[in-house]
């Protein structure tokens, strides 16, 4: 009997009622993967840019939440044919391309995802995960509806061209990347600074009205929620190792910071 693949993450969004909150597992572990998964999130991004992983980690990771409903994203460390090919072979179907800054670069991110004559992505799809070693009938001449493309603005330049960048045909989504847009605004670690946050919503109301879905990572409750407010459908709102420097951080306040008094 032919098996089904889950539906795209840009289909999730599209049939969404509300913003969808994320959490971000920069670890490389399968094991804090896996707790993030069954805490409920409606999405996880497992990170191959700022993060220790490789092709065999993020296999483990993705085998670690496919039991839960949280549906995974892996951003890939850079737009190249060969990563992006090898990602998706490892039955990821949302991948996040990082450093997008024109419609053209978003044009070839868009061709490295599909097979030919639309795209150039390598046919391997009997050797490997993603169309389940054909066991996915049907998943070469439908590949592009397997898989959902988003794209990270992370610039001046990006921002600028954000409505172009989401108006590509098969770009399904586009993230915007305070923490990069600051440092490109000369404002570097200041996310939360006002010119940042205007150009972060000015990014949001170009994607939005290109029809597009536009996301953004906030680690502030209330930086997320009014970045919510101003149009952000899929947000970021936490990551596994953030969650456990600041959870054993409060452990150190609590109990050595100033040390308890000793018993008598």
């Known amino acids: ?26 670890s490389g572990s399968p094991v804090a993967a896996e707790i993030m998964a069954g805490a409920g ?22 085998h670690a ?4 409903s949280s549906t995974p994203l892996v951003r890939v460390p850079a737009a ?56 996915v009938e049907g998943y070469l001449p439908q590949g592009a509806e397997h898989v959902s493309v988003f794209v990270q603005v992370e610039n001046t330049e990006g921002v600028e061209n954000a409505g172009e960048i989401a108006a590509v045909d098969g770009v399904d989504g586009v993230f915007v990347g305070p ?22 919503k000015s990014a949001f109301t170009a994607v ?3 029809g597009k879905p536009a996301g953004v990572n906030a680690f502030d409750p209330a930086a997320a929620r009014d970045y919510v407010a101003a149009g952000a459908s899929w947000v970021l709102v936490g990551a596994d190792v953030a969650l456990l420097a600041r959870g054993s951080e409060k452990l150190t306040a609590d109990f050595i910071t100033p040390e308890l008094p000793k018993e008598k």
Not at 65 to 68: D, N, T
Not at 81 to 91: A, E, F, P, R, S
């Open 1 to 26: 009997m032919p098996l089904q693949l889950d539906a795209t993450f840009a289909r999730q969004l599209q049939g969404a009622d509300r913003t969808l909150y994320g959490g971000w597992i920069c």
């Open 41 to 62: 999130l409606d999405w996880l991004l497992i990170d191959m840019e700022h993060a220790p992983n490789g092709l065999e980690s993020v296999l483990a990771q993705l």
């Open 65 to 68: 939440v496919s039991g839960y």
């Open 80 to 135: 190249e044919t060969v990563i992006i090919k090898q990602v998706l072979d490892l039955g990821a179907q949302n991948i996040l391309v990082p450093m997008v800054s024109t419609a053209e670069q978003a044009r070839e991110v868009v061709a490295m995802t599909q097979y030919p004559p639309a795209g150039v992505r390598g046919v391997g799809s009997a050797l490997a995960r993603s169309g389940r070693w054909n066991r």
């Open 179 to 200: 923490s990069d847009l600051a440092a490109s605004m000369g404002l570097i670690g200041q996310q939360t600074h006002p010119e940042v946050v205007a150009a972060v």
């Open 208 to 210: 939005t009205q290109a």
